[in-house]
């Protein structure tokens, strides 16, 4: 089995933008993003994601890496190999975003929840994110 997902990267004043979500009763600090779904294609994927789940329009959205290597999924009990489109994007206005100063502000109880924050590429670390392939993305960033 497989799984697509598409990620975006929106670098802002020497950070990027992440996710701190609860998933499945586990917290992952990942870049935002998600599945692709049926009949859509990858840019439309983070489009759509982007509108859902940060309530901005994603523009200018370019390619920056496709996974090549193999990766099992974290949240399936099958086996289910993770394939990681991640664009780069824009948006107009940054201060419209809605964003917490630390880890997970305001999330808790066992219903998934996500909320987003800037994290400085200059003073985080690859291990300031949960996923495997988001930590090869941030050592690209870094490079």
Known sequence: MLTL??????????????????????RITKFPGGGLEYGEGLKDCLIREVREEIGVEALDVQHFYTTDFFQQSAFHSAPMQVVSVYFTFTVRDHAAIPVVSEPFTGINGPVDQEVFRWLDLATSREADLSL????????????
Do not use: F, N, S, T
């Open 5 to 26: 997902r598409a990620y975006g990267l929106l670098l802002h004043d020497g950070a990027v933008l992440v996710a701190d979500e609860l998933i499945k009763g586990q």
């Open 132 to 143: 495997p392939i988001d930590k090869h993305v941030w050592r690209m960033l870094k490079a």
